[in-house]
């Protein structure tokens, strides 16, 4: 059923990703399904390649009181190891690294290395609400490299900093659920589909391939994403209030516009950003660290 869960998340489910990055997982999607089903067989672990080979993921790493926790890739709720070796973040690798770094006593502080698009809706708030509570117990600063949007802001915006260089794309307060129309396609192969069920079972069979959705269906689903997004924008008002309501319509903020609207404490090097991070953790300045290279 594995093959069948990704197709959900992907056709079904709300997202919290800029639709660019989301019509490539589509364009992913449709050339995994030229694969045999068994390629999608869930995996506990290491990451693997489309030919089944191995791929070295991007771990933890523990240096000098700081723990580098990666934050690349989709944010996938589950994603099984093929997934992970196609550029997939997994939730639970993520909260995995913050359980181990809070219960290390040698871990003073938290660094995110961070470029993602944002990702599926699920399993988001949880991970947010994660973050924004061991920034309480740990400093943690989010540093973004490239993007930091939708799905991936939501869950970091709780850290204690976030800093970003001059040409990140931070932002994406958005929710969305793209429904394909697909009765043309049905129609021109010479087939109709036909939901039959109960009078009363107004939302049953919504976005089902090759049917119409009805105004209450439409009104079903939007009041879903309406829903995720209000949770987002309830996080964002206890995380990071100055940002206003004007700067959460879906857009993203490129560098310093990200600073002007607030999703951002500064623009600096990855190097400046680590040594903010170990003041505020009150540790040793040390003026070189292999993990800050840019």
């Not at 580098?68 to 995995?96: N, T």
């Not at 490299?145 to 915006?157: K, N, T």
């Amino acid at each position: 059923m594995r093959l069948e869960r990704i197709m959900r998340a992907v056709y079904d489910e709300p997202w919290l990703i800029l639709p660019r990055s989301h019509g490539n997982i589509r364009k992913l999607l449709e050339l995994k399904l030229k694969l045999d089903p068994t390629e999608f067989v869930m995996r506990d672990r290491e990451g693997e390649g489309i030919s089944g080979s191995k791929v070295e993921l991007p771990s933890m790493v523990i240096d000098e009181g700081v723990a580098f926790i990666p934050f690349g890739g989709v944010l996938i709720k589950g994603a099984s190891a093929l997934e992970k070796g196609s550029g997939a973040l997994a939730h639970e690798d993520v909260m995995a690294d913050i359980e181990e770094a809070l219960d290390d006593p040698e871990v003073e502080a938290m660094f995110f290395d961070t470029d993602s698009p944002g990702g599926m809706a699920m399993g988001t708030p949880e991970l947010a609400e994660m973050i924004a509570d061991a920034a309480q117990r740990k400093p943690s600063l989010c540093w973004v490299e490239g993007l930091c949007a939708s799905a991936a802001y939501f869950s970091l915006s709780g850290c204690s900093l976030l800093y970003g260089a001059k040409s990140c794309e931070v932002g994406g307060v958005e929710c969305y659920m793209a429904w394909i129309d697909s009765r043309g396609w049905f129609e021109n192969n010479g087939l109709r589909v036909e939901i039959i069920k109960p009078e009363e079972s107004t939302y049953a069979g919504a976005g089902y391939p090759g049917t119409k959705l009805s105004a209450e269906q439409r009104d079903y689903l939007r009041e879903q994403c309406e829903y995720l997004l209000k949770m987002y924008v309830a996080h964002l008002g206890e995380v990071r209030p100055d940002i206003e309501e004007e700067s959460m319509r879906g857009q993203t903020f490129i560098g310093e516009e990200g600073v002007d609207a607030g999703f951002l404490d500064a623009v600096a090097t990855k190097a400046e950003a680590l040594n903010e991070l170990r003041t505020l953790a009150d540790l040793p300045d040390l003026g070189y660290s292999k993990h800050a290279q840019v």
